[in-house]
């Protein structure tokens, strides 16, 4: 006779070997059908050349979180610079700004916060109540101070950038770019040299406490000398970064990442693939994408294109800077017809040195699924034995273009190439 013990495990085999079977169906599943992040932007440039050395999303619009401090502190450097106010001014504290959500001080209103322990906060602790205190002292409102800060970031050529508060809390209508925030980190460094120390700041004492800030690479990425971390949930971790290698300086902006610590791992990895692009042209080792056919190289074309040089308001700050030496055979729309599927390559690079070359083309295969991942190739420029293409060949034309996207999402730069005679 069967036990009643028995007799239930009989019965609940079925559905657990049924829940097996769609656990194991689940892991099975390849990783390119994972989502993008909807929230991620970044870039990297040169802050000697303006070359912009990486891009993604740059000029989607996201939201800056605490990056916007960013633009209180410029405003605030600016009333200091021109005597409206001085280290020891000190700010009133406003029922409106003692109310402010944390991230905050647990000002009261009634007290005083002095201008240089503020900017310390700001720079540290990132308070929002602090933020609202500079904002309400500098133009009496914070609504009337977020209209100045636009107002500036006009000025300084962040065309897509729109300030509602002073702290980064959350609001819809306050937006801006990866390229935007770009900008205004690189003005706080070239317009007040004599303050931008103090974002490399990493503690503080207020009232006799210390308190200790959120940017870890300041301590963990070496040469790192600030500028900025932020996280509200709509936009995901964000942080400004600027480092120092061998004399060389790279800015970056990252945005969206799922986590500090992730946000913080691809921000290095950047700033590393920064620094050797950056010394590799200086070498004129590498040589960077070419966009036959103007699309965007980045993993939502649809919003990144990047303006033509007459139609750049930053141009003259931010150089979209390409070096190119590619025989590129297809010059116009027109001319895809006359390429054959199969005919189709993604170029990862271009380099003086062919073991190079193959080194950054099998980088790139690895990234790719199986379905999208082309025989690797390195082919000597035409005219120019000093020059080796990394390429992923013998694709059709749409896995070339959802390959490059796909390299483009895990930060790899590359261009879809219509192989022709001779290639």
Request: glycine content about 8%; proline content about 4%; overall charge negative.
């Amino acid at each position: 006779m069967t036990s009643p013990l028995s007799y239930h495990h009989a019965r609940a085999l079925p559905v657990l070997l049924t829940l097996i079977v769609f656990v194991m169906a689940l892991c099975m599943l390849p990783a390119a059908q994972a989502a993008p992040n909807p929230r991620y932007a970044s870039i990297v440039i040169d802050t000697e050349s303006g070359a912009v050395l990486h891009a993604a999303n740059a000029d989607a619009t996201r939201y800056p979180a605490s990056l916007t401090k960013m633009m209180t502190l410029y405003l605030l450097f600016e009333a200091l610079e021109d005597d409206t106010l001085s280290m020891d001014s000190r700010l009133p504290v406003s029922q409106h700004a003692a109310a402010k959500p944390p991230s905050k001080m647990g000002v009261k209103p009634g007290e005083t916060v002095k201008v240089e322990d503020a900017i310390n906060i700001l720079v540290v602790k990132s308070a929002n109540d602090v933020a609202a205190v500079v904002a309400e002292g500098l133009a009496g409102s914070e609504s009337t101070f977020a209209g100045q800060m636009t107002d500036k970031a006009r000025a300084l050529g962040m065309a897509h950038t729109t300030f509602r508060n002073a702290s980064g809390l959350p609001d819809d209508r306050q937006v801006t770019t990866a390229r935007d925030m770009a900008i205004l980190a690189l003005r706080l460094m070239q317009d007040f040299p004599s303050y931008y120390p103090i974002f490399a700041k990493t503690e503080f004492t207020w009232q006799g406490r210390r308190y200790k800030g959120h940017n870890r690479l300041l301590d963990n990425y070496a040469g790192t000398d600030g500028l900025k971390t932020g996280y509200i949930r709509a936009s995901g971790f964000n942080v400004a970064t600027s480092a120092v290698h061998d004399g060389r300086r790279l800015l970056s902006v990252v945005m969206g990442g799922f986590t500090a610590q992730s946000r913080d791992a691809h921000m290095s990895e950047l700033l590393d693939r920064g620094f050797a692009r950056a010394e590799s042209v200086a070498h004129g080792d590498w040589i960077a994408k070419a966009d036959i056919y103007g699309d965007s190289l980045q993993a939502s074309p649809a919003s990144d294109s990047a303006p033509t040089p007459a139609d750049d308001p930053i141009r003259d700050l931010i150089v979209q800077a390409e070096y190119e030496h590619v025989d590129a055979r297809v010059a116009s729309n027109g001319a895809r017809s006359a390429v054959s599927n199969g005919a189709w390559a993604v170029q990862v690079g271009a380099f003086s040195d062919r073991a190079r070359a193959r080194h950054q083309a099998d980088q790139a295969a690895e990234f790719l699924p199986a379905e999208l991942d082309g025989r690797v190739a390195v082919s000597s420029v035409q005219g120019d034995g000093g020059i080796f293409r990394a390429q992923l060949v013998d694709l059709e034309e749409t896995q070339a273009r959802r390959g490059c996207r796909q390299l483009a999402r895990e930060g790899v730069d590359c261009v879809v190439v219509a192989m022709g005679a001779g290639q």
